[in-house]
Every structure is written in C-alpha cells, then in structure tokens.
T-cell receptor
Framework: DAKTTQPPSMDCAEGRAANLPCNHS???????VYWYRQIHSQGPQYIIH???NNETNEMASLIITEDRKSSTLILPHATLRDTAVYYC???????????FGAGTTVTVRA | GAVVSQHPSRVICKSGTSVKIECRSL??????MFWYRQFPKQSLMLMAT?????????EQGVEKDKFLINHASLTLSTLTVTSAHPEDSSFYIC???????????FGPGTRLTVT
C-alpha cells in the first residue's frame, strides 16, 4: 500500500469549511483514495473515495490533484459533530486490507 | 443499509477468563470480516481476517491461539479472547466487507477491560 501523510491535528470553526490535506506521493495507478473518520470511542465511518476525478457526496467533497500525489477532503460546513480523527487511506479496490495511519485529529470549535 | 453490530459494547472480565465478542452484518452478507484492535490514543491495527467457512488469517505478531476467530455464517463472526490479561484491555472493532460494492463497514466497537 502507498503511504499517506496527514497533519496530526487541525482546528476549524463551526459553520466554516474544513479542508483536510493528505499526501500520497507514491500512489499507484490502480489505487483509490479513501477517507474514513472515527468519532471518539466509535468504529470508523466511511466518508468518501475516489480514483482521479473529484467526488462529492452528502458528507464531503474529495479533491484529487491531477498527478494524484495529494488530495483534500472538504467538509463544507463543519459542525461540532464533525470533531473526529480523519484517516486518509490508499488501496487497490479489490484489496481487502485497510491500513490506518495516525490520521488527523480535527476539532471543530464553536 | 450496511449496518454492522457488535455485542457486547462493553465488557469487564477477570484475568484468566475468556470473553467472546460477536460481530454481525445486519442487512448484508459478509464474505469477509476483519478484527481490529485499538489501544488508547493509537490507530486501529488489523488483527485478523476471516472468511466464512475457513480459518482466519492472522497478522504478524497476533497470537492465533489467544484470539480465536470463528466465521460460521455470512452474517456472524466471533472473536474470543482466551485467558485474558490486563494487557489485552483494548477497544476491539470488527468490520465486514460486502460482495458488491467491495466496501468495508465497521461495527461500533467493544471496550474490553481485564481486571
């Protein structure tokens, strides 16, 4: 699996957009970028994934650079309930293993 | 859809006893289930992968005789921590992979405390 690099922590203001960066400079052509989050003492929750095009769903948007070496997860209007650890993971679609790094601890402040 | 449950959510047991944790996929069939362990302020570490009807595959460093995994049906996997010790106290999380799409869905986790 390609390794990802994320900032250890970030704060954001409630109601503002939160932009979470992820570096995956060694990503392979068949590897997807996945984002999960883990709210304290809960299991991880799937957010979004993409290969090379930008993706959007009801939770977030995923922007992948043209060279695919980095991506940004955007939470458009952060709420206090978005406070969590966010994990950026790259994997081949049919590879069942998910390798969780340290993630980014996001704290949304009122 | 795609709900995974775990039972119990919390368990306290005495050192030397065994404890069983159940993981169920409620609305889909899971050909593969995974067990993770998470110590405080650390990330999730994959312990083992189980496929329905076959033996589990354990990650390096995980004792298969201590952490018994059974995946008897397409909706149920169990993790039994045998002869538990205080160092086994942790947050145990399961996930289940659906056949289509090939996504993993996580359970809410089980907090194990060994006294």
């Amino acid at each position: 699996d390609a390794k990802t690099t994320q900032p250890p922590s970030m704060d954001c203001a409630e109601g503002r957009a939160a932009n979470l960066p992820c570096n995956h400079s060694t990503i392979s052509g068949n590897e997807y970028v996945y984002w999960y989050r883990q709210i304290h003492s809960q299991g991880p929750q799937y957010i979004i994934h993409g290969l090379k095009n930008n993706e959007t769903n009801e939770m977030a948007s995923l922007i992948i650079t043209e060279d695919r070496k980095s991506s940004t997860l955007i939470l458009p209007h952060a709420t206090l309930r978005d406070t969590a650890v966010y994990y950026c993971i790259v994997r081949v679609m049919y590879d069942y293993k998910l390798s969780f790094g340290a993630g980014t601890t996001v704290t949304v402040r009122a | 859809g795609a709900v995974v449950s775990q039972h119990p959510s919390r368990v306290i047991c005495k050192s030397g006893t065994s404890v069983k944790i159940e993981c169920r996929s409620l609305d889909f069939q899971a050909t593969t289930m995974f067990w993770y362990r998470q110590f405080p302020k650390q990330s999730l570490m994959l312990m083992a992968t189980s496929n329905e009807g076959s033996k589990a595959t354990y990650e390096q460093g995980v004792e298969k005789d201590k952490f018994l995994i059974n995946h008897a049906s397409l909706t149920l996997s169990t993790l039994t921590v045998t002869s538990a010790h205080p160092e086994d106290s942790s947050f145990y999380i399961c996930s289940a992979r659906s056949a289509s799409p090939y996504e993993q869905y996580f359970g809410p986790g089980t907090r194990l405390t060994v006294t």
